[in-house]
């Protein structure tokens, strides 16, 4: 009995829970020495980075050694199929990631950072699991109210409270309208659980005896539903948030942002559409998600295209990027996605590697004249050092798409399954506005060689950045540049994801 009750109800969770007593003991230890004259500052918020990172490697170590045991519990809230389980891996290894390009935030130093940041993590990886719409919106609001307190959190930074104070309003707006939408299925349905709304929407797609009423409520509350993710995601045209909180919150919190959320919103956008749905959209819908690639695509890269700060500027191509993952969910075919997952991995690791040069540029001291926060500190980049020069080239031809880098298979992969599903007019546009993107990409790298300089000035590294962020930096560039010997290892991972997926 209590070995039944440990694998129904534990055994899936035992990270989550490894976690959370992490979470305990992090509180409980800041909380003690908090008022401590000695052992306040900076060594409290160092040992507790310190005791966050350890326990993110040892809960990615604990989930390598369970199995996967595909089956919903407490009491068909969550689930552990083949998507939660590995999708689980991306969020710890990307985690990781992150706490090592970022191995020190000198304008924080309290404790409770690193615990808001341990809690987002929980919450992202019990969002991949959860089939409940119950579950699904508390785990939202619970992942909201921690992003929220992470973009305010530098208060000596009135650009960092001013985001944080968009973000709660547009953030609150987004959440009534996702919870409508789930009100109105549950009115219509009187279900909560998305394998139980599975059952029905596919009976209910092979008939046409239901009234026009409840076809314009289920297309309601479908629009209010997917609104409220695309929001979340950062696709157009809901992609007003993402350059000021970009900017305006700390690099480290903008990298997080960027990263590890996109994997949990669009987990739970591809359940709704295959697990929920059965692949069964309305016209109206279907339209919807058309647009909302184009103008993701369109907006994304005229927007780029103005911009003089690294950190809008990647707020933007995060919003082009999302046009390729829409594009591929158009087709609805579920034998797509192991190339959407492709793309996902792929962009994760150049979006890792932009955000590590910048960790380890933001250590160089300039005159008053540059912040490292514009693109025009970049024209001295290969005066100072000519191995970042050439590292943030290859980077950026990455994320344009120039082969043989992996951002070009990436791309390919998902317009090659667009293409075998008939979208042409979207892969046409696509691929021109991609043409478009390039000049901005190449722009910076104009900046770093080809620039006329009146006076020369060269920076000096203030701080010399810590061994591992530079091994993070080399590793994630050697994979971009030799992935294209080898997409096995890729495909492969991509195929165990998208096999909870398959109709």
């Known amino acids: 009995m209590i070995l039944n009750f440990f694998y129904l109800n534990i055994y899936s969770l035992l990270a989550e829970f490894f976690l959370v007593l992490i979470v305990c003991f992090a509180m409980i230890f800041g909380s003690f020495y908090s008022n401590s004259y000695f052992w306040q500052f900076p ?88 089939i409940d719409l119950l579950a699904i919106y508390l785990l939202i609001e619970f992942l909201s109210l921690t992003f929220y307190v992470l973009t305010s959190i530098n208060r000596n930074s009135e650009f960092s409270t001013e985001s944080g104070l968009k ?28 394998q139980d709304l599975l059952l029905f929407f596919t009976g209910y797609s092979s008939t046409l005896t239901y009234p026009i009423n409840l076809d314009f409520g289920f ?19 809901f992609h007003f948030w993402v350059p000021d909180i970009y900017e305006g919150a700390l690099s480290s919190i903008t990298a997080f942002f960027a990263l590890l959320p996109k994997i949990a919103i669009l987990t739970l956008l591809l359940r709704f559409i295959f697990l929920t749905f059965g692949g069964y959209l309305f016209t109206e819908i279907y339209f919807f998600l058309i647009v909302c690639t184009f ?39 579920s034998d797509n996605l192991i190339y959407l997952f492709t793309y996902l991995l792929i962009y994760l690791l150049m979006s890792s590697a932009f955000f590590c040069f910048f960790s380890i540029f933001s250590n160089f001291k300039f005159p008053n004249s540059f912040t490292p926060r ?28 120039i082969p043989p880098l992996a951002g070009f298979f990436a791309k390919f992969f998902i317009l090659y399954s ?37 006076q020369i000035y060269l920076p000096i590294v203030n701080i010399p950045a810590r061994s591992e962020t530079l091994i993070i930096l080399n590793v994630l560039v050697c994979w971009l540049l030799f992935l294209f010997f080898d997409f096995d290892i890729f495909f492969l991972f991509s195929n165990l994801l998208r096999s909870a997926l398959l109709n």
């Not at 539903?225 to 695309?230: V, W």
């Not at 994304?300 to 993952?325: C, D, E, P």
């Open 167 to 194: 973000y709660f309003i547009l953030g609150a707006f987004t959440s009534s309208i996702l919870l409508f939408g789930f009100t109105l299925l549950y009115n219509f349905t009187g279900l909560t659980n998305l």
């Open 43 to 130: 060594i409290l918020s160092k040992s507790i980075r310190f005791f966050v990172l350890q326990s993110l490697i040892f809960s990615f170590i604990l989930l390598t050694t369970t199995s996967p045991i595909f089956f919903t519990y407490w009491n068909d809230f969550l689930i552990n199929d083949s998507l939660a389980f590995y999708g689980k891996f991306l969020i710890l290894f990307f985690s990781i990631i992150w706490f090592l390009i970022f191995p020190s935030i000198k304008t924080i130093l309290n404790f409770e950072f690193w615990i808001l940041i341990l809690l987002s993590i929980i919450a992202l990886s019990l969002l991949l699991q959860a």
């Open 295 to 333: 103008l993701s695509s369109l907006i994304g890269t005229t927007g780029a295209l103005l911009q003089t700060k690294w950190k809008r500027f990647i707020a933007f191509s995060s919003i082009t990027h999302v046009s390729f993952f829409l594009i591929n969910l158009c087709s609805l075919n």
């Open 418 to 454: 667009a293409i075998s599903s008939f979208f042409y007019f979207l892969v046409l546009s696509l691929l021109l506005l991609n043409c478009i993107s390039c000049f901005y990409y190449i722009n910076l790298i104009k900046k770093n060689y080809f620039n006329s300089i009146d």
């Open 219 to 237: 297309v309601l509350s479908l629009f209010c539903i997917l609104t409220a993710l695309l929001f979340k995601l950062g696709a157009a045209p």
């Open 374 to 401: 514009f693109f025009d500190s970049l024209i001295f980049l290969n005066f100072t050092s000519q191995p970042l020069a050439i590292i943030f080239s290859i980077i950026l031809f990455s994320f344009a798409g």
